[in-house]
T-cell receptor, first 114, second 111 residues
């Protein structure tokens, strides 16, 4: 089945550790996005990539890093520099640039920093 | 001022009721508008796009007023399964087709 997968579903991390969240899509989508969602807040854009080997900072990129070495994959690393990393992280993908195409979301990863 | 504002709710309504959600946006250059539905602890899913002429999909009607920068969603004959958070989403003009999300309005449909 085509779709977006994120792993793990739940992740616990000790303070001071880096952790990488996985996002894979087999929809042949060009663009991929990472958002975080906190209680009572809307989704906020962390990073996005419109094409392989290229990515742009979103509104809250500090403390995060990404890579886009393959079209299907857009992993997000939450570094120890991110002050409040506990959140629900959502990955999304979209077909292409021309016109508007729906963003499809993965099931998300809940990260808790202990 | 937030770019996209919604009443957080919760809206507690009986089954069969009609409920209306409102949303305002601040960027007059916003190009496209959407309602997403998010179930508890799940990912958002597109409910419907919002067109200037208004559009309907079954029990759901969406309207856009560009002059007032106002978007609405009307749900008729609400079902228990409509219980969710409804996110107002705006496409900001510019590279990357970035979406701006409201905080969502929570709907609880009760027997």
């Amino acid at each position: 089945d085509g779709g977006i997968t994120q792993s793990p579903k739940y992740l616990f991390r000790k303070e001071g550790q880096n952790v990488t969240l996985s996002c894979e899509q087999n929809l042949n989508h060009d663009a991929m996005y990472w958002y975080r969602q906190d209680p009572g807040q809307g989704l906020r854009l962390i990073y996005y990539s419109q094409i392989v080997n290229d990515f742009q900072k979103g509104d809250i990129a500090e403390g995060y890093s990404v890579s886009r070495e393959k079209k299907e994959s857009f992993p997000l690393t939450v570094t120890s520099a991110q002050k409040n990393p506990t959140a629900f992280y959502l990955c999304a993908s979209r077909l292409g640039e021309v016109g508007y195409n729906e963003q499809f979301f993965g099931p998300g990863t809940r990260l808790t920093v202990l | 001022r937030k770019e996209v504002e919604q009443d957080p709710g919760p809206f507690n309504v009986p089954e069969g009721a009609t409920v209306a959600f409102n949303c305002t946006y601040s960027n007059s250059a916003s190009q496209s508008f959407f309602w997403y539905r998010q179930d508890c602890r799940k990912e958002p899913k597109l409910l419907m796009s919002v067109y200037s002429s208004g559009n309907e999909d079954g029990r759901f009607t969406a309207q856009l007023n560009r002059a007032s920068q106002y978007i609405s969603l009307l749900i008729r004959d609400s079902k228990l399964s409509d219980s969710a958070t409804y996110l107002c989403v705006v496409l900001v003009v510019g590279g990357g087709n970035k979406l701006t999300f409201g905080t969502g309005t929570q709907l609880k449909v009760e027997l």
